[in-house]
């Protein structure tokens, strides 16, 4: 079966620390990939996409993924994080049919510290 | 601009107890799905609908109806509750169904069993 494994659970960094998310995925052929975002009470919100071309991806509010094909994986990087990323991530990959294909990892909590 | 709206955002039940989270979208979009949040399961689809007129079931559909009233609307009915419908549900849309798609959240409910 498809899957997405995020390595980390909670991640606590202090404020202009540098940020690396994992994200890794079982599947071989074409996908697509995503990262949410989920500030707290809010919704999901997408950060970034990749879905072909450059593997190198940047976001919103400076966040940046890049695609390994080699690696399975889809680590998301913030040079230099704020407080006001304190949220959860969810990583997600679509391999094909609709939108109802998307596997969503089991998410990180990340708690940045002033 | 309102995107994925959600109600209630809040809701206690007794076992046993029915009720209808209730979903609009106003991005004219053609797809909507329910998924469900867990603590360390990510989210996982419960129903979708491709377009109007058509719903189908997701990973966990039980102990789920869903109706999808006209374009804009998707509602997710409890028949019955139990405690392991404990969660936080989010309604989502997306244009369509193709590969490269993708989705808009609302702001989830959060329903507790008791």
């Known amino acids: 079966a498809q899957s997405v494994s995020q390595h980390n659970h909670h991640v606590i960094l202090s404020e202009a620390a540098s940020l690396e998310l994992g994200c890794n995925y079982s599947?071989?052929?074409?996908?697509?990939l995503f990262w949410y975002v989920q500030y707290p009470g809010q919704h999901l919100q997408l950060l970034l996409k990749?879905?072909?071309?450059?593997?190198l991806v940047k976001g919103i509010k400076g966040f940046e993924a890049e695609f390994i094909k080699s690696k399975f994986s889809f680590n998301l990087r913030k040079p230099s994080v704020q407080w006001s990323d304190t949220a959860e991530y969810f990583c997600?990959?679509?391999?094909?049919?609709?939108?109802?294909?998307?596997?969503f990892g089991t998410g990180t909590k990340l708690q940045v510290i002033p | 601009n309102a995107g994925v709206t959600q109600t209630p955002k809040f809701q206690v039940l007794k076992t046993g107890q029915s009720m209808t989270l209730q979903c609009a979208q106003d991005?004219?979009?053609?797809?909507m799905y329910w998924y469900r949040q867990d603590p360390g399961m990510g989210l996982r689809l419960i129903y979708y609908?491709?377009?109007?007129?058509?719903?189908d079931k997701g990973e966990v559909p039980n102990g789920y109806n869903v109706s999808r009233l006209n374009k804009r609307e998707f509602s997710l009915r409890l028949e019955s509750a139990a405690p392991s419908q404990t969660s936080v549900y989010f309604c989502?849309?997306?244009?369509?169904?193709?590969?490269?798609?993708?989705?808009?959240f609302g702001q989830g409910t959060r329903l507790t069993v008791v």
């Open positions: 989502a849309s997306s244009e369509g169904t193709g590969l490269n798609t993708e989705a808009f």
């Open positions: 599947y071989g052929g074409t996908v697509n």
């Open positions: 990749y879905f072909s071309g450059d593997p």
């Open positions: 997600a990959f679509h391999s094909s049919g609709g939108y109802q294909k998307v596997t």
């Open positions: 991005m004219n979009h053609n797809s």
């Open positions: 609908s491709a377009s109007e007129g058509t719903t």
